[in-house]
């Protein structure tokens, strides 16, 4: 089973430049490594911050490096937070996190496992995500979380990255393993250079 939701491209050229991070969840519970997603996304920052070198007095190139970095490290975390957190406790299906840097793109790549009772919530959401006005459904999100007393998920990270950095989502959804089913999702974020 494979199914692919937004704006997910499965024929990306081949690049140089990438980083991959890969978590175990077998070695330690991958909800206890919650405080190192933002340590996790701050090297990959820093590794991609380094294409984008600011000159001294070159207040243009030193901009593009700064925002360059600040969307990296807000994507990357945002997409481990929600991988960790949306994992299937079940599964032995490691979480990683690939970014790639393309001639005019970069191109985030985090791939979980999601528990398959899960699944139909998960792609309602996409297909409100896809076909919603992001600016209104981000401020619809707002309010009810304004008013959500039990403080369930904000569902603001994937928003932000549309309405803040302009990116372009998809999904893959696809089948990694048989009995037991493990379903595996991989969330793609393209980010324009």
């Not at 991070?21 to 996790?40: A, D, H, I």
């Not at 994992?87 to 985030?108: A, G």
């Not at 990255?161 to 793609?188: C, H, R």
């Amino acid at each position: 089973m494979t199914q692919i939701f937004g704006d997910f491209h499965e024929d990306l050229p081949v690049v140089q430049e990438y980083l991959t991070l890969f978590f175990s969840p077998s070695s330690v519970p991958v909800k206890q490594r919650w405080r190192t997603n933002g340590l996790s996304a701050d090297f990959m920052a820093d590794y991609f911050a380094t294409f984008f070198p600011g000159n001294e007095g070159a207040t243009t190139e030193d901009n593009i490096q700064r925002e360059v970095k600040s969307a990296v490290s807000f994507i990357g975390n945002e997409l481990l937070e929600n991988a960790m957190k949306f994992s299937d406790e079940t599964s032995d299906h490691p979480i990683s996190l690939t970014l790639q840097m393309h001639s005019d793109r970069l191109v985030f790549l985090a791939t979980n496992s999601v528990n398959p009772k899960e699944i139909a919530t998960f792609q309602n959401y996409i297909q409100e995500l896809t076909t919603s006005d992001p600016d209104e459904l981000y401020i619809r999100h707002l309010e009810e979380n304004a008013e959500d007393e039990h403080e369930h998920a904000s569902q603001l990270g994937l928003l932000t990255m549309m309405n803040d950095y302009q990116a372009k989502l998809g999904w893959k959804f696809e089948s990694v393993q048989n009995d037991p089913d493990a379903i595996a999702v991989t969330t793609m974020v393209q980010l324009t250079l």
